[in-house]
């Protein structure tokens, strides 16, 4: 009788591994990781993972999911070391989140989280996300002159957030038409013009000039501390060569995620490096939006000849005025304005603005809808509907701004 013998496979390398305080907690996971690995994943304990993570056996990895819920923020300081151990390695780091406090994930984030995904887990996400970070390579930053920028940190922008008081009245549209056009104001010394779009969750001013969204955002807002000028031009993106824009992260992020004191370091990070910093606001009223009135030079408020608009900008006064902030930055920009011939609307406007108790400084018309054709084409105005009506007030806006600041910095100088 002869014994055959018997033929053993190599097991799978192990490429990414799975860290959790009990995996089985996240079987969605689980299913997820075999989809996309079949068997070249292990899994490790908080513990396990620091010590297998300084092993010279752990750089074969490719990148590790951390999956924690709201009972391990209470170990955060062993998940942070997790996430150190990896960094050490040269492993990338996914996080998989459920129930995690914003200020939690922020901290993981700060300290070296290469991707955010919620749990439950949406379909596809994860191997998104493993793509994304086994794709991801470093954009060079920008060298001081290129393209006639210098990235020199002596100026001092003029802050000029735009919020809409209410869903439609179109802040975004005016914050990207207004900071093209303040690019181009002076055709032989154009200031630099820089574009803050702090909507984190529905932010569009990306959509608006046709610019991809970058990961490299979500990474510089979570790690401000460590920003310089460098790393802050890396994160934007140029339109035109001319206006330079930081776009919303690519995924929905809490608004609370990112603290006032990162809102302030960019901002003025901008400011130092910007002649002009437009900010694209969120509609909602967050923790930061009292940081970024403190530093705006004048802070726009859009909004409509509408009952919504009314009531809004009632609770706005009452809310900075109660707290004794400065509600006297706020300037009010009325748009979809009636023509030069409706008198039963303009006789409208003011009664808004006396039973207001407010003064509607810039009214703008109605462009009617060739402005959300340009927005969708992905093009100023500018370029697309030049002799819009919308659009001449919006040079206008841009001229007086301009002209102000200029009498401004030479009374200075004086």
Request: proline residues 6%; charged residues 25%; negative net charge.
């Amino acid at each position: 009788m002869s014994t055959s013998p018997v033929v053993q496979s190599d097991p799978p390398q192990i490429v990414a591994c799975t860290i959790s305080r009990d995996v089985q907690n996240f079987d969605l996971l689980i299913e997820d990781m075999e989809a996309a690995l079949g068997d070249a994943w292990g899994d490790l304990s908080f513990e396990d993972a620091i010590a297998f993570l300084s092993q010279p056996e752990a750089r074969g990895l490719q990148f590790v999911t951390l999956a924690m819920d709201a009972e391990d923020e209470d170990n955060l300081s062993t998940i942070s070391e997790v996430i150190a151990s990896a960094k050490a390695a040269s492993v990338k780091v996914i996080l998989i989140a459920e129930d995690v406090s914003p200020t939690a994930l922020h901290q993981l984030l700060r300290e070296g989280g290469d991707e955010f995904v919620p749990y439950p887990l949406p379909e596809n996400e994860l191997a998104r996300a493993i793509e994304r970070v086994l794709t991801k390579q470093e954009t060079p930053a920008p060298q001081s002159g290129e393209k006639g920028f210098q990235v020199s940190g002596d100026r001092s922008g003029v802050i000029i957030p735009i919020h809409g008081l209410a869903g439609g009245t179109g802040a975004t549209m005016l914050a990207v038409n207004l900071a093209w056009e303040l690019s181009n104001i002076d055709k032989k010394d154009p200031p630099k013009v820089c574009l803050l779009d702090l909507d984190f969750q529905f932010g569009s001013a990306s959509t608006y000039l046709d610019l991809p969204r970058r990961e490299t955002v979500l990474e510089l807002l979570t790690d401000t501390a460590t920003m310089d000028a460098e790393t802050f031009m890396q994160a934007t993106l140029t339109y035109g060569d001319k206006l330079h824009v930081l776009t919303a992260p690519m995924d929905m992020i809490p608004l609370d995620m990112i603290t006032p004191d990162d809102i302030t370091r960019v901002i003025q990070m901008a400011a130092s490096n910007f002649d002009y910093v437009i900010i694209d606001m969120p509609s909602t009223m967050v923790e930061w939006s009292q940081t970024v009135l403190e530093l705006a030079h004048v802070y726009f408020a859009m909004i409509e000849l509408d009952m919504r608009s009314a009531q809004n900008t009632l609770r706005l006064k009452r809310a900075l005025q109660s707290e004794d902030l400065p509600f006297e930055k706020i300037r009010f920009l009325l748009n979809r304005a009636p023509g030069f011939a409706d008198m039963n609307g303009k006789s409208r406007v003011k009664r808004l603005s006396d039973n207001l108790g407010i003064s509607i400084e810039v009214q703008l018309p109605d462009g009617g809808k060739p402005v959300m054709q340009a927005a969708d084409h992905g093009a100023p105005m500018a370029e697309t509907v030049p002799k819009n009506a919308l659009r001449k007030e919006i040079m206008k806006l841009a001229k007086s701004i301009h002209d102000v600041n200029q009498a401004d910095t030479a009374e200075a100088n004086a």
